[in-house]
């Protein structure tokens, strides 16, 4: 990906893509461009050469920045607190205003692979159990109700999936979301869990401070509710939320545990701050134990668990800190006590 500048003096920015992934990953990208709001303007695309040509989004601050997570350095915690909140918002709002376009961003993606979760929420799951000591039969009923909000129709929207705040760029205009080589359909409640987590498939990952995920949750869910209330206004949304969000935690322990267990590391870039995959995973089993309770019992019962296992096992790992800009906030590091379960 580089940045050109044209004739008239403006810049554009293609984007080239190769190796083993080019096609499905080129095809994403030229229907998020085409079809998702709050991305850059897709200029001009070549199929043979793979090859896009997008507005330049800017060299303005990524929500990344301004929490801390690129450099390991402090800032305003308001201002990054705020940016936080507008992030969420952006995001339900863009995912909300593609609930009309579904047809014709499947029609964009047919043919294209798709990614069957199955195999790594099973291999969570197994992981979670041998961890903490439990039959994996004890937490079929709770997978059985995440493929049921997966495998859902009616509360479809169109999503980069790589949201993470890295790629959203704050421009004087608002958001802009990049990176969608990842561009899907999925149930809203998948990318709920972004915020909600938050940033479910992130390197860029660290312990907020209280409240902040519930307000991100809320902007999210109010802007998305402003274009699809059929999706917001039922019942049920909250707890399909946390569903989706035990469904990434169970893809994260199937994706991150076996290299954890053998030889942890950073999860993120070279230089950058970022927690360890043991730290990763200790903290968002924390948060499956806390949260999820009711809608996934066995679940919760097994993250539980899990920490448990993780703080003898893993002893000499610290725990997950606070987002550098957070840093000085008083109790941005309490833990309360993991939740008993029967």
Request: charged letters at 20%.
């Amino acid at each position: 990906m580089v940045r050109v500048r044209t004739r008239d003096g403006d810049t554009v920015v293609a984007k080239a893509f190769t190796g083993e992934d080019a096609e499905t990953s080129y095809r994403r990208e030229v229907a998020g461009l085409r079809h998702l709001p709050r991305t850059p303007t897709l200029l001009a695309h070549d199929d043979a050469a793979r090859l896009v040509v997008m507005t330049d989004a800017g060299r303005d601050a990524t929500l990344a920045d301004l929490l801390g997570a690129t450099t390991g350095a402090g800032g305003d915690p308001d201002a990054a607190w705020a940016a936080a909140i507008s992030w969420a918002g952006a995001l339900g709002d863009a995912a909300g205003r593609t609930a009309s376009r579904i047809d014709a961003i499947r029609a964009d993606l047919d043919g294209v692979p798709v990614y069957d979760p199955a195999p790594a929420l099973r291999a969570g799951a197994a992981a979670l159990a041998e961890l903490a000591g439990v039959e994996p039969a004890a937490l079929e009923v709770d997978l059985t109700r995440i493929d049921a909000l997966i495998g859902s129709v009616g509360a479809e929207v169109a999503w980069p999936t790589d949201t993470c705040p890295d790629n959203a760029v704050q421009t004087p205009n608002g958001w802009m979301f990049l990176d969608l080589e990842g561009t899907d359909v999925s149930h809203a409640a998948l990318v709920a869990a972004y915020p909600h987590l938050p940033f479910a498939t992130c390197w860029c990952v660290f312990d907020p401070p209280p409240d902040l995920t519930e307000q991100m949750l809320a902007a999210f869910t109010l802007a998305l509710s402003g274009h699809a209330p059929h999706i917001t206004e039922r019942p049920e949304w909250l707890d399909e939320v946390r569903i989706a969000a035990a469904a990434w935690i169970l893809a994260t322990t199937a994706w991150l545990l076996p290299n954890a267990r053998d030889a942890d590391g950073p999860i993120g870039p070279e230089g950058r701050p970022s927690p360890t995959r043991r730290q990763l995973l200790r903290s968002r089993w924390r948060w499956l134990a806390e949260h999820v309770g009711e809608a996934l019992p066995g679940l919760a019962a097994a993250g539980a668990g899990a920490v448990a296992w993780a703080a003898t096992a893993w002893a000499d790992e610290p725990t997950l800190g606070p987002y550098p800009v957070f840093a000085d906030r008083d109790g941005d590091d309490a833990k309360g006590d993991i939740p008993e379960h029967e």
